[in-house]
């Protein structure tokens, strides 16, 4: 299940760190976030350095749609009542300005990654909620009308049309970005020591740490775990659909996504909190909907994506903990990774050369609202469930049932395990208590992976580490063909 931008898009590798170095920045990620915080910080003369776990660009951002865009769903009405016009109206700047970053380093850079400005559009069939959101932003200062007929065959009442936003091949972009850059790759963090970060072949030193690692790993200080969910939505590749020019989502809770790449017409949703996939049908609905609205399409290829939620639907990006006035993170891009990537780096970028940047404060992570509680309630009582359900849930299956390419929690004389039988009847066991807090771990049928309820860490059915907030995997022994009696 490779994404499009990585079958089209080799990476070049680069060496891990091997001995003790010192730099001005070190940026723990090399996704988007990472690389742009890097570039933008050597812009102004700040040795920045960036160490990423595996490959640069082979987390989240190798899945994204790679839109970029300030138009975030059907959000400008909500964010005026719930955040005031003020809040609002920085937001669609910031995240305006973002798109327009993108363009300006795309062409100073002369960068070949497949850029097209093209428009932004969120479809509806409630014309009033169309009508009045389209009032709200324009508003705030977005490019924004109304439109009512759409060169998608989505049966809808109209869009917001956002003008002038853009679409990219993330990859191509970050292999030519990073060129310049510092970067060591396949070196995953051991340990951080307030200015030292230790990885097993050496350490970096730094005044300053960025943590752009899509989940912030560290626990303590900062709690994000108590503060975010993550999300997982699916993309399919279409061939012989008919093209579009336009970018496109629905509102709703079951929106689809809709934009072109070249020959392929990338179909994007059916999106449901990690670990709660119980059905593993995600991939089936969407090919269901490709069905429906391409009949002649093929599918060519299909991936999965992450995505970190915040309570009030705004990234924190800023000092990562009251004690930690050096370190900062960038995290909670909602589904806008892109957009919130650039913003992210812009407001980084600025903190750390100590000049005030106009859009800080309201996605600076102390902030705090009563609108958080409900959500930041909902969310701890899913880790709390998570906790209880792994001393209380006693599943009756047992491993001799477990049908080739699917998983069960099975009872064993020293406690539960997750087992999956591969289609050649191979047992693969794993540790089900997630390594993070400590949740039970779910089977996600729709990417044969063992996902984490509470905060959404990933773990391949051997047991490798996928996804954090979690740094271990859960493997255990396998023995093959056995049954576990
Ligand atoms: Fe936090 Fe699993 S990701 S307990």
């Given amino acids: 299940m490779e994404s499009i931008w990585s079958s089209t898009c080799r990476m070049k590798e680069r060496e891990s760190l091997k001995g003790d170095i010192r730099a001005d920045v070190a940026v723990i990620g090399g996704g988007m976030a990472g690389i742009l915080a890097a570039y933008t910080l050597e812009r102004e003369g700040v040795h920045t350095v960036v160490l990423e776990a595996e490959r640069i660009g082979g987390g989240q951002t190798k899945n994204t749609t790679a839109k970029i865009t300030s138009q975030h769903g059907m959000f400008c009405r909500s964010f005026i009542e719930k955040k005031g016009r003020e809040t609002a109206e920085k937001y669609i ?4 300005a973002a798109v327009e970053e993108y363009k300006k380093i795309i062409y ?3 960068i070949d990654c ?3 400005e093209t428009d932004s559009f969120v479809y509806s069939d409630d014309e009033g909620s169309l009508i009045l959101e389209a009032e709200a932003a324009s508003k705030l200062g977005a490019p924004a009308s109304l439109v009512r007929k759409l060169e998608i065959p989505v049966p809808c009442a109209g869009a917001v049309k956002f003008r002038g936003q853009a679409q990219f091949h993330p990859l191509k972009f970050l292999e030519a970005l990073k ?3 510092t970067i060591y790759e396949n070196s995953p963090v ?3 020591e307030e200015e030292r970060i230790l990885t097993a ?3 970096v030193k730094a005044d300053k740490i960025i943590f752009a690692t899509h989940y912030p790993f560290v626990n303590f200080p900062g709690m994000y775990f108590t503060r975010m969910h993550q999300e997982r939505s699916y ?7 008919e093209n579009i020019k336009g970018m496109y989502i629905g509102s709703g809770p079951d929106p689809l996504s809709f934009r072109q790449y070249g020959k392929y017409l990338l179909l994007g949703g059916k999106s449901h909190r990690t670990g709660e996939n119980k059905d593993g049908c995600r991939y089936e609905e969407l090919r269901e909907a490709a069905r429906r609205f391409y009949p002649r399409s093929r599918e060519a290829a299909s991936w999965s994506a992450q995505d970190c939620i915040t309570a009030d639907q705004i990234p924190f990006i800023g000092q990562y903990a009251s004690d930690r006035p050096n370190w900062f993170a960038a995290t909670g891009f909602q589904k806008w990774g892109m957009t919130s990537s650039m913003v992210s780096a812009m407001i980084l970028r600025d903190r750390i050369c100590g ?3 106009p859009y800080a404060d309201i996605f600076s992570p102390d902030r705090f609202s009563s609108e958080e509680i409900p959500q930041i309630m909902k969310d701890s009582g899913k880790a709390v469930k998570g906790l209880i359900k792994r001393f209380f849930h006693i599943p009756g299956d047992t491993v001799n049932l477990i049908a080739p390419g699917s998983a069960s929690i099975v009872e064993t004389a020293e406690g539960k395990v997750g087992v999956y039988r591969a289609e050649d009847g191979r047992l693969f066991q794993v540790d089900i208590v997630c390594p993070h807090l400590g949740c039970q771990l779910a089977w996600n049928p729709d990417e044969r992976t063992w996902d984490c309820p509470c905060h959404g860490s990933r773990f391949d059915y051997e047991g490798n580490l996928l996804e954090g907030p979690a740094q271990d995997g859960i493997r255990l022994e396998c023995k093959a063909g056995a049954s576990l009696g």
Avoid: T, W, Y
């Fill in 93 to 96: 700047q910031a995240n305006q």
């Fill in 108 to 110: 100073r850079e002369k």
């Fill in 114 to 116: 497949d850029l097209e």
């Fill in 179 to 181: 060129e310049e850059l």
């Fill in 190 to 192: 051991k340990e951080i």
């Fill in 201 to 203: 072949g050496g350490s």
């Fill in 235 to 241: 993309v399919l590749a279409l061939e012989g659909a």
């Fill in 355 to 357: 000049r005030a940047n």
